[in-house]
């Protein structure tokens, strides 16, 4: 027999008694009237007794009870939703901790999350930071142990080692300066400017890197002589040196790459399109992320830190928008982003 059934009998019995004694002070009541009186106050007490026990009080109870067992045994994941009843105080309580529970278990799931990616991070850093100092190593002890006599392999090995240790200097640099904007170190200077002047300085750096490959690095036919946007040159510099730079990387040889824009009510949509190698769609929403490769092996031939477009991302964020891609799978890819757009000529040009 349960708790509340229990007490639900005793109160019901006391209820009763105490009724048919105050009742049997008057001589007009009969015995039977008595007992009739004490079977009536005990079935009407126990069922209403029963009634509050078992559903208002240890009911929720049980279920506080039971709740606590969880928290005990971490299995904060299986918690049910829990509907609110001002009538009842114990549901309130059970409510309460049930919303504390799930606070603490949203925390809980945040850290695990932070905790993956930073061991992920590390260990990506690590193996990054590990590539051009093992090659640069490997260079100077070669030369040490006696090919520094030879003039050419000396230069030739020297010019290596270099080429490592600038790799390593870009790769720390991307890291420093990913680590500013997420930070708010980096504060985005806000002004009117002409993009489209800005985009013909960053395909003019990177006319000669096209020009090995055979690749034709062009506006599109409908772009205006002016595009006035409002944000941040230098950063937004830094967004299109990174997106030309990869459209020129992993487009073949004898392409193009062409820069355009689309100009709406309010905002300037800016975008890079290439005919490269495209991206498949299992691997477009991670292209973001830190270190990130489609294709590790052949992106690490030619070159790159892995967080060039993790940088993007931050840029534009920070500039309320967002890098949108569109890509067919061997057939090439399209990066755009927008930019508010300027009512009025620039501030001054770049």
Same mark, same amino acid.
């Given at each position: 027999?349960? +708790? +509340? ?37 005990? +079935? ?31 299995? =904060? ?12 105080? =114990? ?34 850093? @690590? ?51 990913? +680590? ?37 690095? @062009? ?23 990174? =997106?030309? @730079? ?74 309320? @928008? ?29």
């Amino acid at each position: 027999m349960n +708790s +509340s059934r229990v007490i639900a009998l005793l109160l019901a019995a006391c209820i009763a008694a105490v009724t048919t004694a105050f009742l049997s002070l008057f001589d007009e009541v009969t015995f039977t009237a008595l007992i009739v009186t004490f079977l009536i106050s005990f +079935s009407a007490s126990y069922l209403l007794g029963f009634m509050i026990l078992e559903f208002l009080i240890f009911r929720e109870i049980n279920k506080i009870y039971q709740l606590f067992e969880k928290l005990r045994k971490k299995e =904060l994941k299986v918690l049910d939703d829990q509907k609110s009843n001002p009538l009842n105080p =114990l549901k309130r309580i059970n409510e309460e901790i049930f919303s504390y529970a799930a606070l603490k278990q949203k925390e809980i799931d945040e850290l695990k999350k932070m905790e993956a990616f930073r061991r992920e991070f590390i260990a990506d850093v @690590s193996h990054e930071l590990k590539t051009p100092i093992f090659a640069a190593q490997g260079f100077v002890h070669t030369l040490l142990d006696g090919a520094v006599k030879d003039k050419s392999v000396r230069t030739k090995f020297l010019k290596r080692a270099a080429k490592s240790l600038d790799g390593l200097d870009m790769l720390v640099q991307d890291l420093l300066t990913l +680590s500013q904007i997420e930070t708010g170190e980096i504060k985005m200077h806000l002004e009117y400017f002409d993009i489209k002047n800005l985009a013909e300085d960053v395909l003019d750096q990177f006319e000669n890197k096209a020009e090995r490959k055979n690749i034709t690095l @062009s506006f599109a036919k409908d772009t205006p002589d002016q595009v006035i946007v409002h944000g941040d040159w230098q950063r937004i510099n830094q967004v299109l040196n990174n =997106l030309i @730079s990869n459209a020129i990387k992993y487009s073949p040889e004898d392409s193009a790459v062409e820069l355009g824009f689309r100009v709406l009510k309010n905002d300037v949509v800016t975008y890079v399109k290439d005919n490269g190698e495209g991206i498949p769609s299992d691997d477009v929403k991670r292209i973001f992320e830190r270190f990130y490769r489609v294709d590790k092996s052949r992106s690490r031939e030619k070159g790159g830190t892995g967080l060039g477009l993790a940088i993007v991302k931050h840029i534009l964020e920070e500039h309320k @928008s967002k890098i949108e891609v569109k890509s067919t799978y061997g057939k090439g890819s399209e990066f755009s982003f927008k930019l508010a757009k300027g009512q009025s000529e620039p501030l001054f040009q770049k």
